[in-house]
């Protein structure tokens, strides 16, 4: 059964930091492009960072780029997300997804394997 299973998600204050977790299971890890996406209210779901599966550089767009970082570990089968210099517009529930040999995509369709997600709510 495949899983991804995120966790690490709660409530920060402006310009804290969080640290979000993927747990995968149920697929070869190694072969899967992993990325982080959020949706807030009224708005549609973006792609905020991604890893190839091959390596290489990391996608972040121009929102969250020198705030958030994302990691793999292959040998833990699992991705993180650390998130710093945290905004009140970061909040949102973020989703872990993934997508099989595919290189970098920075639209959500993309993705065809999804967790349940994690809310995130920064107060001012």
């Known amino acids: 059964q495949v899983q991804l299973v995120e966790s690490g998600g709660g409530l920060a204050q402006a310009g804290g930091s969080l640290r979000l977790s993927c747990a995968t299971s149920?697929?070869?890890?190694?072969?899967?492009?992993m990325a982080w996406l959020r949706q807030a209210p009224e708005k549609e779901r973006e792609v905020v960072a991604a890893?190839?599966?091959?390596?290489?550089?990391?996608y972040y767009p121009d929102s969250v780029q020198g705030r958030f970082t994302m990691s793999r570990d292959n040998t833990k089968n699992t991705v993180y997300r650390e998130m710093s210099s945290l905004k009140p517009e970061d909040t949102a529930c973020y989703y872990c997804?993934?997508?099989?040999?595919?290189?970098?995509?920075?639209?959500?369709?993309?993705?065809?394997?999804w967790g349940m997600g994690t809310q995130v709510t920064v107060s001012s």
């Open positions: 997804a993934a997508r099989h040999l595919g290189g970098l995509a920075t639209t959500p369709t993309a993705y065809n394997v």
């Open positions: 149920g697929i070869t890890f190694s072969t899967y492009t």
């Open positions: 890893i190839p599966w091959f390596g290489g550089n990391t």
